[in-house]
Nanobody, 115 residues
Framework: QVQLVESGGGLVQAGGSLKLSCAAS????????MGWYRQAPGKQRELVAA???????NYADSVKGRFTISRDNAKNTVYMQMNSLKPVYTAVYYC?????????WGQGTQVTVSS
C-alpha cells in the first residue's frame, strides 16, 4: 500500500511564496515519477510540475520561472517551491506518484493566494 502525505499549503498574499512537501511511504519502486497537480473550483485537475527519479523535470507553462520542483529519493519526498504567487494559482494541490502503470494520489492541500 502506497501513501502520500502532503504539507505546506495555506493562505498567502499575491507575490508571496509557499513550499509544498509530499512524503511517500509503502512499496515504492526506485524508478518513478512524482509530481504536483492542482484543481481550482469548477476546473479540471491539471499538471503543475513533475520530476522523474532521475531528476528530469516538466512544468506547466503558467508556472515556469516561478515554481521549482525537487525531490529527495532517499526520503521518497517531493517538494515544490512556489514563488511570486498569483491569485489565479488558488487551488487544491495534489501530490502524485506514478509507478509503472499505477497512479497514487495524496489527499490534497489547499493553496489560497489573496490579492
Amino acid at each position: 500500500q502506497v501513501q502520500l502525505v502532503e504539507s505546506g499549503g495555506g493562505l498567502v498574499q499575491a507575490g508571496g511564496s509557499l513550499k509544498l512537501s509530499c512524503a511517500a511511504s509503502g512499496m515504492i519502486f526506485s524508478i518513478n515519477v512524482m509530481g504536483w497537480y492542482r484543481q481550482a473550483p469548477g476546473k479540471q485537475r491539471e499538471l503543475v510540475a513533475a520530476i522523474t527519479s532521475g531528476g528530469r523535470t516538466n512544468y506547466a507553462d503558467s508556472v515556469k520561472g516561478r515554481f521549482t520542483i525537487s525531490r529527495d529519493n532517499a526520503k521518497n519526498t517531493v517538494y515544490m517551491q512556489m514563488n511570486s504567487l498569483k491569485p489565479v494559482y488558488t487551488a487544491v494541490y495534489y501530490c502524485s506518484l506514478q509507478i509503472i502503470a499505477a497512479d497514487y494520489w495524496g489527499q490534497g492541500t489547499q493553496v489560497t493566494v489573496s490579492s
